[in-house]
C-alpha cells in the first residue's frame, strides 16, 4: 500500500517535470493548427491527476480496490 503510493507520487513529480519541458516545445514548422505541443501537455496532466488520486486517495477506498 505504502509503496503504491510512493512510485505514484514519485511518477507524479517526473510527470511534472516532463510538463514543465513540453510546455517550452515550438515545432520549427507549423504544419498543423493546433501544433505539436497539446497532445503531450494533455497526456501529461492526465498522467498527473491519476498520479494525485492514487496518491491521495482514502484508505478505506485503498484497500476496497
Known amino acids: 500500500m505504502s509503496a503504491?503510493?510512493?512510485f505514484s507520487g514519485t511518477l507524479g513529480l517526473v510527470s511534472l517535470g516532463l510538463l514543465y519541458l513540453a510546455w517550452g516545445y515550438v515545432a520549427p514548422i507549423a504544419y498543423d493548427p493546433l501544433g505539436p505541443r497539446p497532445y503531450p501537455v494533455l497526456?501529461?496532466?492526465l498522467l498527473i491527476s491519476c498520479c494525485l488520486y492514487l496518491t491521495f486517495r482514502p484508505q478505506k477506498l485503498a484497500e476496497f480496490i
Open 4 to 6: 503504491e503510493r510512493i
Open 43 to 45: 497526456l501529461l496532466l
